[in-house]
């Protein structure tokens, strides 16, 4: 959003040409994730506990997790807001790899998102079978293999088309 932004004020300072560059971006938006997460950190941490959302502890676990009990969980939601926020603000939109990277960070941020909610909400210790998050998380990633395999160039020097 930032890079499109910068690309209509061109023509005012040529300056803004400097945001074209990845690496300027990156430093950036990982400046904007930190940013994001200490600001916004407090309030999500403040909210879980008034909600009560807490780690359930299982009872087959050693003694000295038992002081776990009640630290706030669902953080995950916390780093999915950083890292989603920051791309959106310093990646290049046009893209189509990014958003494929958007869309496979919020997949697998909805795994984990169901894991907890079992934890917190059905008070289920163990949350999602394991078995169930290896198979979401390689139907994801089958379908993120096929859109890049079918959706990348035919030519040779595309290294994605190398690898797969």
Known sequence: MLMWLSEQLLFLDPGFGVFQYLTLRA?????????????????????????????????????????????????????????????????????????????????????GWVDDYRKVIEKNSAGLAARWKFFWQLVFSLVVMTAIYHGSDTRRDDPLRTVF
């Open 27 to 111: 430093i950036l938006a990982a400046c904007s994730a930190m940013l994001i997460s200490m600001l916004v950190g407090p309030f999500v941490i403040a909210r879980l506990n008034d909600l009560q959302i807490g780690q359930t502890i299982r009872s087959e676990g050693p003694e000295s997790h038992l002081v776990k009990a009640g630290t706030p969980t669902m953080g995950g939601a916390l780093i999915l807001l950083a890292v989603l926020g920051s791309t959106l603000l310093w990646a290049d939109l046009d893209n189509r790899y990014v958003w494929i990277v958007i869309v496979t960070t919020a997949a697998f941020g909805l795994i």
